[in-house]
């Protein structure tokens, strides 16, 4: 029986392994793109022009990345746009929402939400917008990145101000240059 720093030295190596493969097959527009990946899945987007993405800061609360405008710091940004991957329980992400929709409710006095439609082609995707009574906006996309995957990709825009709609293009901008990398099998 191996031990489990070799185990984890052999997971650590296919998943590399893998995410070069995949990256290899990735279309030649799509080589300037980050690379999100996590147990089981992986991701491309596209950095927007003036921002940046982070896959380390916002870690510590669950989010796959951030994007920051450059120079800002994560936490301390009035706008910002996070991706997190999430279990699906099933194909139906608006069952996801509207679960979402009626927490975000009970936490939030005097939340509105408005409708959104995502401008992405490529996958199957819901909008929605929270509206919160301090000014706060979020923008959020639910992402299918394919049939029968484990999971989902929510993107959320975070922006405050009546200045908002100067953030609506890089959002979906970003949005729109997700590629799923596919469902990725860590075990040997």
Do not use: C
């Not at 800061?57 to 999430?86: E, R, T």
């Amino acid at each position: 029986m191996e031990s489990p720093l070799t185990m984890r030295v052999v997971i650590q190596a296919t998943l590399v392994m893998l995410l070069a493969h995949t990256a290899l097959a990735v279309p030649q527009k799509d080589l300037d793109a980050v690379i999100v990946y996590g147990d089981g899945w992986a991701f491309a987007i596209k950095e927007p022009k003036g921002w940046s993405v982070d896959i380390k800061s916002g870690s510590q609360d669950g989010l796959n990345a951030v994007v920051l405008p450059k120079g800002a710091a994560y936490g301390q940004a009035d706008n910002w746009i996070n991706a997190i991957v999430i279990n699906k329980t099933d194909e139906d992400l608006s069952k996801d929402l509207r679960a979402d929709m009626s927490s975000y409710s009970k936490r939030f006095t005097g939340l509105k939400f408005e409708d959104y439609k995502p401008k992405i082609s490529s996958y199957s995707s819901l909008g929605k917008v929270y509206a919160h009574p301090s000014g706060i906006r979020e923008y959020l996309v639910y992402l299918n990145p394919e049939k029968n995957a484990k999971v989902f990709v929510l993107f959320t825009l975070v922006t405050q101000g009546k200045d908002f709609r100067n953030f609506l293009s890089t959002y979906e901008e970003l949005t729109n240059s997700f590629r799923w990398l596919g469902s990725i099998k860590t075990q040997p």
